[in-house]
T-cell receptor, first 114, second 112 residues
Framework: NAGVTQTPKFQVLKTGQSMTLQCAQDMNHEYMSWYRQDPGMGLRLIHYSVGAGITDQGEVPNGYNVSRSTTEDFPLRLLSAAPSQTSVYFC?????????????FGEGSRLTVL | LAKTTQPISMDSYEGQEVNITCSHNNIATNDYITWYQQFPSQGPRFIIQGYKTKVTNEVASLFIPADRKSSTLSLPRVSLSDTAVYYCLVGGNNNAGNMLTFGGGTRLMVKP
């Protein structure tokens, strides 16, 4: 059971480039989300999804797009990378519903934008 | 959104009990309180969740007073491996329109 898998683990981009961070889970979770964590800081919610075809904005959605075409996958797209997007990105999944229970996190994707 | 406030950092020694308090004055009726642990270069890991009174599992206890405006995570007899950042998260369901947001966390340092 792989849990939540994020790829790539490390990425270096130049300003203006675009890329996609991949996130896949094999637990049949309806809920998936993306957080970013800047050095020494807490996690900030970027986007989340409560099921295939449903996405919503979090606290810091600007500069990012998401889609949810399947239950398993929730890719995060950086449209035009900026140095301010240098961060560690975490994908999380969980059961959607009345009680927000345990979130399962991936190992993170470390992104540097030059 | 129920905003949370935690101490930025705490120090302790091996074998001691550690209590980390989180304030959430505007917690909603449907909100649960969840605590996560994060080690460097890893994603957060679920520790415990509760709604009211006391919850205990194999690693921690969670104390929630009747007014639910705060909660305390209790770690019994900490070891060096408990050095981590601990996050308090307050939220109800995670359906559309309900965000799960983390606060700044408490950095716990356990010393020998």
């Amino acid at each position: 059971n792989a849990g939540v898998t994020q790829t790539p683990k490390f990425q270096v981009l130049k300003t203006g480039q675009s890329m996609t961070l991949q996130c896949a889970q094999d637990m049949n979770h309806e809920y998936m989300s993306w957080y970013r964590q800047d050095p020494g800081m807490g996690l900030r919610l970027i986007h989340y999804s409560v099921g295939a075809g449903i996405t919503d904005q979090g606290e810091v959605p600007n500069g990012y797009n998401v889609s949810r075409s399947t239950t398993e996958d929730f890719p995060l797209r950086l449209l035009s990378a900026a140095p301010s997007q240098t961060s560690v990105y975490f994908c999380a999944s969980g059961v959607a519903g009345v009680i927000a229970g345990e979130l399962f996190f991936g190992e993170g994707s470390r992104l540097t934008v030059l | 959104l129920a905003k949370t406030t935690q101490p930025i950092s705490m120090d302790s020694y091996e074998g001691q009990e550690v209590n980390i308090t989180c304030s959430h004055n505007n917690i909603a009726t449907n909100d649960y309180i969840t605590w996560y642990q994060q080690f460097p270069s890893q994603g957060p890991r679920f520790i415990i969740q509760g709604y009211k009174t006391k919850v205990t599992n194999e690693v921690a206890s969670l104390f929630i007073p009747a007014d639910r405006k705060s909660s305390t995570l209790s770690l019994p007899r900490v070891s060096l491996s408990d050095t981590a950042v601990y996050y308090c998260l307050v939220g109800g369901n995670n359906n559309a329109g309900n965000m799960l947001t983390f606060g700044g966390g408490t950095r716990l340092m356990v010393k020998p």
